[in-house]
């Protein structure tokens, strides 16, 4: 029992990790191709966690992917290549990452001189103290690529820059997504991205590999790239498509809680680094996957993802291996929405747990949104699309209704309204309570108003001694101090639509 509750708690702690760590691709509702670059070392703060501050990232997984390279090395020689010409650019890349590693784990990995051209490299982790003299082989154990891709769970591919092109000439890849390695050595990298739609008449690749070529020393880059793989299987590559394509028919057979658990996001943060020696580009690639049942538990990340899903072109679903169960992992990610919490007394009132969808039988659309938050802009700018799509369409950009021409803007464009515009406002509770009150006031009906509250850390609250109502900071059920009169009042479980906010009296009955 004891064992099993501590393993129970492991995996936990691990999805956890995974979660907080994982590098969610997607900025809008849509998706194209795009070279999509950025500097590297960029802290990327989330809706669950945090990545991006180092070149080379260890995790939780460590051991376990290493352990499955080195099986596959084993297995495939072939996803291990160094043309000769790229002996030099091999040690310049394993060099480089030792320098990463040292910078960014200095307590589990050490690069130390010891002498002209003599180093120490020491791997905690994995209990490794190796000796060795830059640029010879007779000092390492194993070729300076391999050597160092047992140690990172990156994927490395070599690129050589000659006759003003870029050749894929030496790599270590055993985590490909849907492409071979062995085939691509020796390669072009405009002919290696040849079979991507789109990318050669949008002149994606064309832009991707000037940028490429312009690279300059220790001003790393990095985008990324994503998909969606059927279970936690990192090794896709081409040669290994009879293990893993039929996987893409079967999962569309299986009940709603196995989809969620077997289907995975898969990302690609790629980083791209002129080396400093040999000048040859390295792109490391370290891949991440999030099965659409952890993703569902951070709510922005569904909601968007179930968005790109949707709308992704076909070609570029067909491209990805997707197309057959995209629609399916869509519409999983938003049946995943959490259910709301039932209020806690009659007179609460009930907001939906995800934005409601624009009513198309209105005469026209005031999109309002109330706020300086992420999820305002975003709920937004989403109304504003699909309402543009059937009839004209205003948006109205608002800081807070405690501000007079704020709430000046919002009566005027209220007062310009035709009969039957749908009035959608979205942003914290103290604004939408308030908005909707407004929009009663000016003659609106309850069917055409929606809203979204996107918190409810504030509430507008209707002093009933000095009979005024503020903007506070709290809860049904709590007690603050009036703005107005300086009581102790208890904010109670009775909301007045039309008022517009929570009726509020002197705590314990004081006067």
């Not at 590098?23 to 999509?36: K, Q």
């Not at 690069?111 to 490794?128: A, H, K, M, V, Y």
């Not at 870029?166 to 040849?194: N, P, Q, Y």
Request: charged share 25%.
């Amino acid at each position: 029992m004891t064992s099993t509750l501590d393993n129970t708690a492991a995996k936990t702690s691990a999805e956890t990790e995974l979660i907080a760590g994982f590098p969610f691709p997607f900025l809008e509702d849509r998706y194209r191709y795009s070279t999509n670059v950025e500097p590297a070392e960029q802290l990327v703060t989330t809706p669950a966690g945090q990545w991006g501050t180092a070149v080379v990232d260890i995790d939780c997984e460590y051991r376990a992917e290493l352990d499955q390279r080195a099986v596959i090395l084993a297995a495939d020689p072939t996803r291990h290549a160094v043309l000769p010409h790229m002996a030099p650019a091999a040690w310049d890349a394993m060099f480089t990452l030792m320098r990463e590693l040292d910078a960014a784990y200095p307590e589990q990995m050490q690069l130390r001189s010891t002498g002209p051209d003599e180093w120490l490299w020491r791997n905690g982790i994995l209990g490794i103290e190796q000796h060795f003299r830059y640029g010879d082989a007779t000092t390492l154990p194993d070729e300076p690529l391999r050597y160092i891709t047992s140690q990172v769970q990156e994927d490395i591919a070599l690129l050589d820059q000659r006759n003003d092109q870029l050749f894929v000439d030496a790599g270590v890849v055993t985590f490909a997504a849907d492409w071979s390695f062995g085939f691509d050595v020796g390669m072009s990298f405009l002919e290696i991205h040849g079979p991507v739609p789109r990318v050669r008449r949008e002149g994606v690749i064309t832009r991707a590999h000037e940028f490429l070529k312009r690279l300059q020393p220790h001003q790393p880059y990095r985008r990324t790239n994503w998909t969606l793989t059927i279970d936690r299987r990192l090794d896709m590559s081409t040669e290994l498509y009879p293990e893993w394509g039929p996987d893409r028919e079967t999962i569309q057979l299986v009940d709603d809680a196995e989809f969620g658990r077997r289907v995975h996001l898969r990302v690609e943060v790629q980083h791209l680094i002129r080396l400093p020696d040999s000048g040859a580009v390295m792109f490391l690639i370290r891949t991440y996957m999030l099965p659409l049942e952890q993703l569902a538990t951070v709510d922005p990340w569904r909601r968007r993802a179930a968005e790109v899903l949707a709308e992704l072109p076909a070609d570029m679903a067909e491209y990805k291996g997707i197309i057959k169960y995209r629609d399916r992992a869509a519409q999983w990610l938003r049946d995943a929405a959490p259910t709301p919490p039932a209020p806690t007394g009659p007179g609460m009132p009930v907001w939906p747990a995800t934005p409601p969808a624009i009513d198309t039988t209105g005469a026209a659309f005031l999109v309002v949104a109330i706020g300086d938050s992420a999820e305002s802009a975003h709920v937004s700018r989403n109304w504003v699309a699909a309402a543009e799509a059937v009839v004209a369409t205003r948006l109205l950009v608002l800081d807070t209704l405690t501000d007079e021409q704020d709430r000046a803007a919002l009566d005027a464009a209220l007062g310009e309204a035709l009969t039957g515009t749908r009035v959608l406002v979205t942003g914290g509770q103290y604004d939408v309570m308030t908005a909707l009150a407004i929009a009663r006031d000016a003659g609106a009906v309850p069917a055409e108003l929606s809203s979204f509250v996107v918190h409810t850390r504030d509430l507008p609250l209707y002093c009933a001694h000095c009979r005024n109502t503020f903007r506070v900071e709290g809860r049904a059920g709590g007690i603050v101090t009036c703005p107005g009169c300086a009581r102790d009042l208890e904010i109670h479980e009775h909301h007045s639509p039309t008022m517009g906010s929570f009726l509020a009296s002197a705590a314990g009955g004081d006067a």
